[in-house]
């Protein structure tokens, strides 16, 4: 089963517009990943936010996390036809500190449309 | 620097016959994880290697297997192979320094399709 809820399943915008994608988890977590994958082809590592972090930039990403209220989103500025992509997020539910259960579990995605 | 590589890229199989998936991690990454990406079902976690052992494992029937070699490289073995296994296989590496897991790097997958 799905750990993560992404909303919305789809996301329609004109180049030059923000985009943003929320995710929502059930459990607690060590950490939470964004990915990016390209019509079904292998996954691209975003940014990875911790638990004990509330905010995180890279370049024209800016992804939020809270929680208390178990979501994340995920803020794509000034977007470009090349952003087109299907964006995941994968959450880690191992203990901080503890023994690490490997696996990431990750949303159904957003399906993000940026059109010239 | 190389990133996780797979291979093949497309296969096509019949039921009842068997597969091998491969997959080489970046260099200096010990741990290696399979996923499953089936439409309608999304990423599902297969199975996760690190130094050569079988560290998890994800809801999958046991005809689902694998191998880490001491290069760190894997196999991913599914026997029996039926029609709902068609999906793309996607392997990823990481450091795993535990705690947690790091941050996984994907290859660009194997798409399997079974008839």
């Known amino acids: 089963s799905q750990q993560g809820e992404e909303d919305p399943q789809a996301l329609s915008i004109q180049e030059g517009e923000n985009a943003t994608m929320n995710c929502s988890y059930k459990t607690s977590i060590n950490n939470l990943q964004w990915y990016r994958q390209n019509s079904g082809r292998g996954l691209v590592h975003l940014i990875l936010i911790r638990s004990n972090e509330r905010e995180k930039h890279s370049g024209r990403l800016r992804v939020t996390l809270d929680t208390s209220k178990k979501s994340s989103s995920l803020l794509i500025t000034a977007s470009r036809a090349a952003d087109t992509a299907s964006y995941f997020c994968a959450t880690d539910p191992s203990v901080a500190g503890g023994t690490s259960y490997g696996k990431l579990t990750f949303g159904q995605g957003t399906i993000l449309t940026v059109h010239p | 620097e190389a990133g996780v590589t797979q291979s093949p890229t497309h296969l096509i199989k019949t039921r009842g016959q068997q597969v091998t998936l491969r997959c080489s991690p970046i260099s200096g990454h010990t741990s290696v994880y399979w996923y499953q990406q089936a439409l309608g079902l999304g990423l599902q976690f297969l199975l996760w290697?690190?130094?050569?052992?079988?560290?998890n494992r994800g809801n999958f029937p046991p005809r689902f297997s694998g191998r880490q070699f001491p290069n760190y490289s894997s196999e991913l073995n599914v026997n029996a192979l039926e029609l709902e296994d068609s999906a793309l296989y996607l392997c990823a590496s990481s450091l795993e320094r535990g705690g947690g897991a790091d941050t996984q790097y994907f290859g660009p997958g194997t798409r399997l399709t079974v008839l």
């Open positions: 290697y690190d130094e050569g052992e079988e560290r």
